[in-house]
């Protein structure tokens, strides 16, 4: 069984960098290498939201977060990071880990709060 596990959220100033860790497991084989892994937030009130993928064709980004954030995944630890610069008040919510394995199978980690106030 695919179990995702989000660390280093926590409470940070604008302006400030923070970095969050997604590590998998039940992953046999080449199949971490091949999932397509993911970095969601939802904030307060509002849905769900992609923030930064990794696939096997390279690493994607929200508009809002393209040039702060970094999202790098090591397969040999079957792990994935979102170095997260420049943060905003607007960047804060429950930050979610997402693995898509094929053909059809979405696993979500538990998330891990951020929270960026002066």
């Known amino acids: 069984q695919v179990q995702l596990v989000e660390s280093g959220g926590g409470t940070v100033q604008p302006g400030d960098s923070l970095t969050l860790s997604c590590a998998a497991s039940?992953?046999?084989?080449?199949?971490?290498?091949?999932?397509?892994m993911a970095w969601h937030r939802q904030a307060p009130g509002k849905g769900r939201e992609l923030v930064a993928s990794?696939?096997?064709?390279?690493?994607n980004y929200a508009p809002s977060v393209t040039g702060r954030f970094t999202i790098v995944r090591d397969n040999y630890k079957k792990s994935i990071t979102l170095q997260m610069n420049n943060l905003r008040p607007e960047d804060t919510g429950v930050y979610y880990c997402k693995a898509l394995v094929a053909p059809s199978s979405v696993y979500w980690g538990q998330g891990t709060q951020v929270t960026v106030a002066s």
């Open positions: 039940g992953f046999t084989g080449s199949t971490f290498a091949l999932a397509g």
């Open positions: 990794s696939t096997t064709a390279g690493p």
